[in-house]
């Protein structure tokens, strides 16, 4: 069965501060990854594709482990805003993109 | 303006009605999912349409019929759902080629009494 495992949380952070999540991939064939942000009630929406490189925007940094299949999302200085539930997806070269079931982030003030 | 936008928003209904969901993507995409995310679950695939030819059914209960018209819309027939089909429905598109990103709708919060 191909899955995408990522830690629940919740991670409650003060603001500024750095968090970091990891999410693993089952499915060794996967050729795609994304990181997506949910917030509460509402759907979810693309924060960023994660590339072999790795890849950085803004505040947030993605990196690939093929060999551990694993990726990673790094959050710099934290926002209130930021608080959300952020979802790891891999795809394996179908139109299926297998979600995790997603991480929560509160940033405190 | 919402590059895809579903209807309704909400929906309340019960187990012997009949019901229909819709999405609409103005983004020229070809390809159109619906998935369910249900609470403490990762979201789930239901059905693939590029270019309007169904691509993927995930042994999907027969309660739920999708109907893809064209490449812009799609639809979610629902007949004698049962209460553990309560949940988000979500409608997304994409350009159709593999594994690019979906583009979700804001979802249908479906409960079945």
């Known amino acids: 069965r191909k899955e995408v495992e990522q830690d629940p949380g919740p991670f409650n952070v003060p603001e500024g501060a750095t968090v970091a999540f990891n999410c693993t991939y089952s499915?060794?064939?996967?050729?795609?990854f994304f990181w997506y942000r949910q917030d509460c009630r509402k759907e979810p929406k693309l924060l960023m594709s994660?590339?072999?490189s790795g890849n950085e925007d803004g505040r947030f940094t993605a990196q690939l482990n093929r060999a551990s299949q694993y990726i990673s999302l790094l959050i710099r200085d934290s926002k209130l805003s930021d608080s959300a539930t952020y979802l790891c997806?891999?795809?394996?070269?179908?139109?299926?993109?297998?979600f995790g079931k997603g991480t929560k982030l509160s940033v405190i003030p | 303006e919402t590059g895809v936008t579903q209807t309704p928003r909400h929906l309340v209904m019960g187990m012997t009605n009949k019901k229909s969901l819709k999405c609409e993507q103005h983004?020229?995409?070809?390809?159109m999912y619906w998935y369910k995310q249900s609470a403490k679950k990762p979201l789930e695939l239901m059905f693939v349409?590029?270019?309007?030819?169904?691509?993927e059914n995930n042994s999907v209960p027969s309660r739920f019929s999708p109907e893809c018209p064209n490449s812009s819309h799609l639809f979610l027939h629902l007949h004698t759902l049962q209460p553990e089909d309560s949940a988000l429905y979500l409608c997304?598109?994409?350009?159709?080629?593999?594994?690019?990103?979906?583009?979700f709708g804001q979802g249908t919060r479906l409960t079945v009494v």
């Open positions: 499915n060794s064939a996967s050729q795609s």
């Open positions: 997806v891999a795809g394996a070269g179908s139109y299926q993109l297998t």
């Open positions: 997304a598109s994409s350009q159709g080629v593999k594994d690019t990103e979906a583009f």
């Open positions: 994660v590339y072999s």
């Open positions: 349409y590029n270019f309007k030819e169904q691509t």
């Open positions: 983004l020229g995409h070809n390809a």
